[in-house]
């Protein structure tokens, strides 16, 4: 069974060669039949021409560059569509997903699952990160209709099967946990203790992780619109009731600029999924590609 491994890369000139290093080191016992695919995400540092270096001295090690940074989401629906295995691996490129874990994750998947995640700890995170995920966690899963457990991220072996199934939703906001649990199928789970980054530093800033985990809330459903069905005429009835008991002006200027608090704040949910159906009405490419690696040789030789 030949797999393939999907790895995104943004600025990761460092980690490129030791990432290499890792993974054949991981898999030397496990299989030779398999092929990396690094999708540079428009790196502006020396990760291409890594890169091409590596894909010279060893072509199992392929690459995708696309024409600018189109965000990791992109990267990995890249990597997922070159990706030729019958079972395919999504890691990041700084050995926070330990590569070691792969051969247990294949031997798992091989007992008949279609997806096997590797589930961290948060031992090592920022306190102030982990309690706002876990948080978070608890308003996602109150909010959506598939089930994203924290710590259960991108670094997972899928089946054929599961990949295709991936690749046949086209929507353009993509929110890989939420989708790997719509999908559906079995799901085995292997855990591992958290590690710090090798090199570099996380691309995500605080802004980002607020964005995507607005993405998360809103892909799935319409749920966060219900509020304003339930909160007018609970509004309506306050109103109307406080019309009769409060008499001072500057309690009601404090009632209405409350109440405009939570119209804004309501019509921000509703343009969030105004401006998603645009983004899914222009139906632009997820990502374009610059320049890939030559084409395999067992390709080439089956082009007419
Ligand atoms: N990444 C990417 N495009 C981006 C940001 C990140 O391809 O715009 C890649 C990055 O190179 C790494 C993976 O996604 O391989 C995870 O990124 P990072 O380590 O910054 O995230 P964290 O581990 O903090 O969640
Ligand atoms: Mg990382």
């Given at each position: 069974m030949y797999l393939s491994m999907v790895v995104p890369c943004f600025n990761e000139e460092h980690g490129v060669q030791r990432l290499h290093d890792a993974l054949v080191a991981a898999l030397s016992g496990a299989t030779q039949d398999y092929e990396v695919i690094l999708v540079d995400d428009g790196s502006t540092d020396r990760t291409l021409d890594e890169a091409r270096r590596l894909n010279e001295h060893d072509p199992r090690f392929r690459y995708v560059s696309l024409s600018r940074n189109f965000g990791k989401e992109a990267a990995m629906l890249c990597g997922l569509r070159h990706a030729r295995g019958d079972r395919v691996a999504l890691l990041d490129a700084?050995?926070?997903?330990?590569?070691?874990l792969l051969p247990r994750m294949l031997v798992l998947l091989d007992t008949g699952y279609d997806q096997v995640v590797a589930r961290r700890s948060r031992s090592g995170d920022r306190a102030w990160r982990t309690a706002l995920s876990r948080a978070y966690y608890r308003l996602a899963r109150r909010c959506l209709d598939v089930r994203v457990q924290d710590?259960?991220?991108?670094f997972r072996v899928l089946s054929r099967r599961a990949v295709d199934a991936l690749l046949s939703l086209p929507e353009q906001h993509r929110f890989s946990k939420g989708l790997f649990a719509w999908i559906g199928f079995d799901t085995g789970c292997v855990t591992y203790r958290n590690v710090p980054r090798e090199t570099g530093d996380s691309r995500w800033r605080p802004s980002a992780l607020v964005d995507h985990g607005v993405d998360g809330l809103t892909s799935f459903n319409d749920h966060p619109l219900r509020p304003a069905l339930y909160l007018g005429p609970l509004v309506f009835g306050l109103g109307c009731a406080a019309a009769a008991i409060v008499g001072s002006p500057q309690r009601w200027a404090a009632a209405l600029l409350g109440c405009a608090g939570i119209e804004m704040f309501l019509l921000g949910v509703l343009g969030e999924y105004v401006g998603r159906t645009c983004a899914e009405v222009r139906q632009r490419p997820h990502y374009l590609v610059k320049e890939s690696s030559p084409a395999p040789v067992e390709l080439r030789a089956a082009e007419p």
């Open positions: 700084d050995l926070q997903h330990p590569p070691a710590g259960a991220g991108d």
